[in-house]
């Protein structure tokens, strides 16, 4: 027996017209949710799979057929490809964002425009505080850095240095962790001059370079975080 839309509709408790809708692309309609979730491209894409499988999880467990969501997998990291995917998203009529970002005016200014337009925004391992978005979900990064403070405390002792690698200070989720990880060290004793901080913008043929250049010049490193 041949299945058609609208078996298709009864069996989902929506009408004939969303499935007509969903299976051809056309705009939503009222019975109808979109929203979208913008991942940037990570160089080895463990990160990616990561977020994209838990994504699938999540929308066998929601099992809401008027509920669609579309993963965008972005080709940079930038903010302005970011800004740039995030107003083709609401111009193309999605109820909600859920967003990795830099936490920038400019990414702010857009979350806020979003949200005043009645777009939901959702953020995603980096934060972008008093931007108007609805909830953050991620880790404590602060505590996170304080807690890797605390075991690097018991592997090096004063004067010894402790390199800190970091991709994008822009970003929450490296900022947080680097100022939890230094707030605590100087709370165990290291003075500020400890520890040095690098940013390289994930690369990683920039990240060796770096953490090279730095074992040369200083004789007391004896740990990367």
């Not at 499935?19 to 949710?33: E, F, N, Q, T």
């Not at 099992?63 to 993963?71: G, K, Q």
């Not at 402790?162 to 290291?190: A, P, Q, T």
Request: proline share 4%; aromatic share 4%; hydrophobic share 40%.
């Amino acid at each position: 027996m041949a299945v058609t839309i609208q078996k298709i509709a009864e069996l989902s408790g929506v009408s004939r017209g969303t499935v007509d809708r969903v299976l051809h692309g056309r705009p939503k309609s009222a019975d109808c949710r979109q929203a979208a979730i913008l991942i940037p491209q990570w160089t080895d894409g463990h990160f990616n799979r990561q977020i994209v499988s838990g994504i699938r999880k999540a929308l066998r467990y929601i099992a809401d057929p008027a509920f669609v969501l579309t993963e965008q997998l972005l080709r940079t990291m930038t903010m302005q490809e970011l800004l740039r995917a995030m107003d083709e998203q609401i111009r193309s009529g999605v109820d909600g964002l859920i967003i990795r970002a830099e936490n920038t005016p400019e990414v702010r200014a857009a979350i806020e425009q979003a949200v005043q337009q009645g777009v939901t925004v959702i953020t995603y391992d980096a934060d972008v505080p008093d931007s108007g978005r609805l909830c953050y979900v991620g880790q404590d990064l602060v505590r996170a850095g304080a807690i890797a403070a605390g075991v690097m405390a018991r592997l090096i002792r004063p004067p010894e240095h402790v390199l800190i690698v970091s991709g994008n200070l822009r970003m929450e989720s490296h900022k947080g962790r680097v100022d939890g990880f230094c707030r605590r060290l100087l709370e165990l004793g290291f003075s500020e001059d400890a520890y040095q901080v690098i940013e390289t913008n994930e690369m990683p043929d920039l990240t060796s370079e770096l953490v090279a250049q730095s074992l040369v010049s200083d004789s007391r490193l004896h740990a990367v975080y």
